[in-house]
Each structure stands twice: as C-alpha cells, then as structure tokens.
C-alpha cells in the first residue's frame, strides 16, 4: 500500500496581493461602508476581510462568534469623522494586502491609527517610515508621537537628529508644540548642537506659544498657534490666564545656566522682568539676598527653579561648581566655550 503524502505549497504571493488589491474601497461586493472625515467620503469594505484581520473591527462590526446566531450585526454605514480618509484608506489598504502606501503627510496618523486598532505589524511599518524620512519640520511631531505611543526605537532616533540638527529643529512650529514632558527629555541631551544661550531662548518662545495655545484649547481654539508679538503677550496671557512659568516650570529646570556667562545672566534677568520664564532674582553673588522681585517669583516657582539661577551666579562668585548640579555645568556639544567654563570642571585644579 502506497504511502499518504501532503504538504502545503505556496503559490506567488505577489500576484495574491494584487488581485486583493482590486478590492480595496471597490463597491462590487462590498457588505459594508464608512463615512469617513470632515468630507464624508464614502468607503467601501468588505466585513469578513475586516473581522478576520483586526479584532477592533470585528467588535465594530459584529458577528464575532459570541453573538447568538440569530442576532443581526450592526449594518451601518458606520461615521468615522476624527479620521482623514486617506489616512482610513491606509488602514484599509494594509488589512486587505498586508502592505500599505505611506508619504510624509499621513505617516503619523497612519501610525495613530495602527495604536488604535491594534495593528502591531502596520505600526512597524509606520515606524520605519517615518525613521527613514525624518526631516527638521517633522521630527518634534515624529518625536511627540514616539512618547505618546511608547515607540523606544523612533524616541531615540528623533532625539538623535535633533541633537544633529538642534539650532534650526528650534525654530520649528513643532517644537513649539512639544509637550512640556518631552521638551524636558530633549533639554536633558548632552549632544544638542546650540549654545545655552540660544537654548534659553527657544525656551521662552516655546512657552509663550504654549501658555496662549494651552489656554486656547481650553476655550475650543487651535493648538497651531504661531509666536506671539511681545507687545501682545501681556494682554493675552492676562485673558488667557496661562501664566508663562506655569507652563515652563518642568523644562526651566533643565536648563544649564551655570554655562552662561555673568553679563548673559544678568541679560537674562531683565528679560525676565517681562514674562517670568525663570522667575527669580540672582543672589548677590553668593549673598544671601534676593532681589526686587525675587520674592514674587519664589513663590511661581520651584525651590529647584529657585536654585538654578542663584546656583548660577553662585558658581560666578565663588568660582567654582561647587553646590550647583553636576548635569547643569556639563557643557553641550553645541556649547560656545566661554572663560568661566574651567572653573565648572570638577576635576580642574
């Protein structure tokens, strides 16, 4: 008696996926619909591709085999209107050929929605993506993202081209909205090219972005809040009510202004005088005296905002880094060398 034999034998897999490909928001056959976006684009799919490739679309869509089978699934059309539709197409598109078509304008969204319906193989994808075509514009978005979704890979490879490219990241609209968490994280870099100067700066730009904008939100408007005239800041935060060190207190403290030389402190603090970014007077040069406005911004901030810049003038005074916190005398690699610098070293005689 002859012996029984099988095996499984895999056909061109290329020419499976393109004949899937055909059916992709294709009417013919097509069980169920979405209306998707602002547009209210119609999308055309086909429930048992859906339910088999993705749970969340199987609980969406009903018929998942808990049902009694009397039970009539949902018929829809179902109205996604968060979504954009190229976005809900990339989704789609993935589902029905394990493959999808990416460009800069969605990668993000896309990868929004691969955490959303638990698609672990198109957040990959996205992820890879969006690490091969970083650019200065997109990599504080790309960058924000990451955290929000706990991507460790895309964190460190966002922070690794900032630090490449700091001083025109900076002036990016998506710097300016990073989150107060991730902005501390990048401000924790050793390796971010720009002086400490600049640094500060950038800081205070970003913060009055974020106190308008934050308080913006609050009120129903856009979070896509451009910088804010000087002569209008006054007026706006008043009726805002997101005071300036409020929205800084966390990124403020990593600041390392022990790198600063005297004359750029004492700039610092006249600009202060204005919006309170680091809301303290100096010490007098290791006294113990605060200055005139020192005990209004004492009580806005911090007592480790409080020390940071009495540490800094400390360390002027006394010539040495002697009480200030080693991470804050450590110079950038874009720190511009200034004089005082070889007193900040520990191991300097």
Known sequence: ??????????????????????????????????????????????????????QAFRGM???????????????????????????????????????????????????????EYGLQDLCKLCVEFIKDTLSVEQVCEALQAAVTYGQADLQQHCLAFIESCTAAVVRTRGFHELSDTVLARVLRSDRLAVDELDLVQAVREWAHVSSVSAAQRGRGGSQNTPPVPDAQLGVLQAVLGRPVPEVAALPVQELRLPLLAPSELATLESHNQRDLLIPVSCLDFGGAGFGIWGEVGATLMSPSQ????????????????SGVPPQLCRPRRGTRPRDHHRHLDPHAK
């Open 306 to 321: 409080v020390e940071s810049i009495a540490a800094a003038w400390r360390s002027h005074a006394l010539r040495r880094s």
């Open 61 to 115: 869509l009903g018929g998942c085999g808990e049902d009694p089978p009397s039970s009539v699934p949902p018929q829809g059309p179902f109205v996604l209107g968060n979504v954009q539709p190229d976005v809900f197409l990339a989704v789609i598109e993935f589902l029905y050929t394990n493959s999808v078509s990416l460009n800069s304008h969605i990668a993000l969204e896309v990868l929004t929605s691969s955490v």
């Open 1 to 54: 008696m002859a012996r029984s034999c099988s095996a499984r034998l895999q056909g061109e897999a290329a020419a499976f996926t393109a004949a899937l490909r055909t059916l992709v928001n294709n009417p013919q056959f097509s069980d169920v619909t979405f209306v998707v976006g602002r547009e209210q684009q119609r999308v055309f799919a086909h429930r048992c591709v859906l339910a088999c490739r993705c």
